[in-house]
């Protein structure tokens, strides 16, 4: 017991390590060639990710009734921010891509940071908050080889085509609510980078004639700010009150959206030609017939909306209120096809939509004899296309979700800090079909948040 608690203590300053020094067991996914790379499976905190990614309408009070967990894709919510809250969250992932023609597979493992973020409530009694963090978006990593027969030739010319690179994003909002209405905005700086690399070498099998490697590289660093709006609102639906225990009991129907604007960033690229030996250890140019620095450019990013609802029963008893259970749905829609340049250049993308629908269940928070009563049970599922478009072929998408919001017992009563810890496993398939490709994962996301209580006016000194 000793050891779990000291290894929970810890887990916020691991977190922060993985951010400042990403760990090298990266994917190795030819969908992330595409685009600006593979987007993070829900990128969204633990909470939300049992849920199938549910957020447009997941209210801070939704996750129980002690601590809570930042919904960053949604800045309205920053208004219900009630304590200071340090959340954190670190993904274990398993991809194995399966190829039909010609037949191969490949298998992958990572750990890669999936956010932290800060909230911060500015005012109790005028409902606003503000948050701020960092998460990554998207991820470029990959390295295919390639092997054809060239009868011009009459031998085999080897391929090797590696990225790597990817979009995080820097932070910072705020939200203001009133009784039934919430909006908010996140802005900050998406910063990018993407690396690509051609290598080819003739393979002469007749003779020993030699031929030093080829390599094509072009590396681009890009970034620009982002604006992202929300709002959030709820009516009630009915209520009553027991009246022996004075319980009330209420249904009501919660509501949001979320838009992000189109993005223009600005960016800088260095265009390398050269002959000589190159392989994963070394780079030995001989010759170099090209090289290009700081070239300016523009990448654009498409717009994106979500809508969302949901049905939760809130319970208000003498110890305080929480919501007993929520159920909703939620839709995303984003215009890739027309809304992504990179360089001037189109690439194989389309329209991505996802649904998403997920349910959560706190028998009851309050009931400390029975630790499993005062757990959130979490369960989902998303199903939808990718914005990856591979031979128009494109990538359909679905999963399962499922999840637990652990509080952590202390010794003296719920009064002022609060720690969860909260679980999220996604399982699913990205492509198959049309597509030669099928991509089969398994995702563990641990989220830990810890609430306190700051900033409050001492009565006595």
């Known amino acids: 017991m000793r050891l779990v608690k000291k290894i929970l203590r810890l887990t916020p300053f691991i977190g922060l390590f993985c951010f400042i020094a990403p760990l090298k067991a990266q994917i190795n996914s030819p969908f992330s060639r595409f685009g600006v790379g593979n987007e993070i499976y829900n990128s969204q905190n633990a909470a939300n990710q049992a849920m199938g990614g549910l ?162 590289s072009t590396n681009t660093s890009f970034g620009g700010v982002f604006l992202n709006l929300g709002a959030q609102g709820e009516f009630p639906l009915s209520s009553s009150t027991n009246s022996v225990t004075k319980d009330k009991t209420e249904y009501t129907i919660s509501y949001g959206g979320t838009y992000t604007l189109d993005q223009r960033l600005r960016g800088k690229q260095d265009v390398l030609r050269s ?91 309050y009931a400390f004899e029975s630790y499993w009563s005062t757990v959130t049970y979490r369960f989902g599922l998303f199903s939808g296309n990718d914005y990856i478009n591979i031979n128009n072929n494109g990538l359909k998408v679905n999963g399962l979700t499922m999840g637990l919001g652990l509080p952590i017992r202390k010794y003296r009563s719920y009064d002022y800090q609060f720690t969860l810890l909260n679980l999220a496993l996604q399982v699913g398939q990205r492509g198959g079909g049309a597509s030669n490709f099928k991509e089969n994962f398994v995702q563990f996301t641990v989220g830990y948040s810890l609430s306190d209580v700051w900033f409050n006016k001492r009565k006595y000194d």
């Not at 921010?81 to 023609?101: C, E, V």
């Not at 005028?126 to 998207?138: C, H, S």
């Open 55 to 216: 957020t447009a309408a997941y209210t801070p009070i939704m996750n129980g009734a002690f601590g809570q967990s930042i919904n960053f894709n949604n800045p309205a919510s920053y208004g219900g921010i009630y304590m200071t809250t340090f959340d954190i969250g670190l993904n274990l992932t398993n991809n194995n891509l399966k190829r039909t023609s010609p037949a191969g597979k490949e298998k992958s493992t990572y750990l890669i940071p999936n956010y932290i973020a800060v909230g911060v409530p500015i005012s109790k009694a005028k409902k606003i908050g503000f948050a701020f963090g960092l998460r990554p978006l998207t991820q470029i990593n990959y390295s295919v080889n390639d092997f054809l027969y060239d009868p011009k030739i009459g031998d085999s010319v080897y391929t090797n085509y590696k990225g790597e690179g990817g979009i995080n994003q820097v932070f910072l909002g705020v939200g203001k609510s009133w009784k039934y209405l919430s909006i908010g905005m996140n802005t900050g700086y998406n910063l990018g980078r993407k690396k690509i690399d051609v290598v080819k070498a003739l393979l002469f099998n007749t003779d020993s004639t030699f031929f030093y490697q080829s390599l094509s």
């Open 275 to 365: 002959n000589g030996t190159f392989t994963s250890t070394q780079e030995i140019p001989v010759d170099t017939a090209l090289f290009q620095k700081n070239i300016k450019g523009i990448v654009e990013l498409p717009s994106v909306i979500t809508a969302g609802i949901a049905l939760h029963k809130k319970i208000t008893t003498v110890r305080g209120n929480y919501d007993q259970w929520v159920i909703g749905i939620e839709l995303n829609q984003s215009n890739w096809k027309d809304g992504y340049k990179f360089y001037g250049e189109t690439d194989q993308v389309r329209n991505a939509t996802m649904f998403r629908a997920g349910a959560q269940l706190c028998p009851n928070p």
